[in-house]
DNA sequence: CAAGTCAGTTCCAAATTTCGGAACCGTGTC
DNA sequence: GACACGGTTCCGAAATTTGGAACTGACTTG
């Protein structure tokens, strides 16, 4: 195991839900002996990537880390155009907007977009969550191929929230739906009385895939709301699919024009 | 060398200049050869530190670095209450403000507050520039020691613009007008007609130092308003340092009741 | 106030990695 | 067909990492 493997092994025990760890969290959480925690942590801090509070002596990413991320912004194009898309919907629907990227079954948030409708923010940019369990996450999927979807889900299948599908064949099922429909949906599951609705977006050029989502309130919320919510998105998708030559593109087109 | 500095050294290669590199250009700025630039990008790149363009095949700063940049943002205390501040005095006056860190003789913007005026942001999160040509940076040298400055500054000593400190001897100088004076002024430094203020404050409690500035057009300014701008700051200081707990408000408070 | 905990540091020989030069390869371009 | 770019693979020598154990120094607790 390389020096550098072990060094990410420990910048992945950080997560919002734990964004600083003690000298014993690291060695419980990696299962290295106290000498080689000691000496990666110190390399770690030494050179940018964790800092260390000089009051409580527990270590969080550090200032380099921060001035990668800003960079990682930078890599705009598929993401920013998909924002400024999602910037006009929830502006005119109201509702929250998120944009969201895959990492093994896990997706990652890069981007919101605040609603005018006073339902908090409860995934800010960087949150890591199931895939498993979100509309854009599971639209996300539903673009690769079975076996890569196998794949990623871990061997044991994970404990997700009661709307989620609860083992690999509902995932399935679920999956297949999407690509039947087109739609994918979620209602109370990461967050109860929460839902949302979303699609994935594929670049045709550099083949990278982004999830985008519209979360609102259930209760707050009327079907004909969310059919709304859905002609919007379908819009949006159909429009940012031209605009980035989205592979998908082509299928519709073929089918509407009755092509197939 | 180990593996992770020779990581390092890579990804400090990427800056807001050069937000991506290809292949070649790593080479060229680390120096290494290519073998050794193969594995550590493949290594960099597979554990999420770095990505690669599909198409472009250029490298820039990847998933995990957002991610972990996004929780350096969670350590805040100072900083927050830092921003507050800032925020209120940039709506009383306009100007647009900055909070920096120290890192060696650079400095990197970690907030900004845009002000109402039309002057546009020069300077991003992330940002690092020269803290001996801003007024926020020099001001967090001048709390350093003279030995610490000293070994802060390159060997041989960084070309800077006009106004700025063109050799150690001038550069001392300046810090020692800070400290006697207390005021830190920047014009036309960095940015041609851009003028700013700014002062460093440290946390009694932790010893972390940030630098906070105000930033306007040299131009468009009056000296009545610079006038204005210093006593808003001396203030922000002063209730920020009692706040903190920063040792030089005890100093300040001796000076002032005459203890001293 | 002795004992224990936390957070490290230092040492060392053994085991593992890394290093860099050279050869090779696939794609795109002149 | 040659050349450049952007890599990959191979290999033995050289350097680094590893983990157990002993040791510190600051705090806390019984």
Redesign the pocket.
Known sequence: ????T?AIEILRCFSSARPDL???DVMALTG?????T??????LRDCGLLE?DPHT???RPGLLTFELGRLHRAHDDLISMAERELREVCARTGHTGYIAVLDGFEQVVLRIVPGSNPLRVVNPPGQRTPALATSNGRAMLARLSDEDIRARVPATYPKLPRNSPQNFKQLMARLDEIRRTGVSEAADESIEGVGSQGFALKSGETGEMIGIAVSYSVQATTAAERANVRRELAAMAAKLRRLTGDPLDQDTARIQTGTR
Chains 1, 2 share one sequence.
Do not use: C, T, V
């Open positions: 195991m390389s020096a550098l072990n003690s000298f014993a290295k002996p106290k000498s080689s000691s000496r990666l942590l110190r390399s260390q002596r527990r270590y």
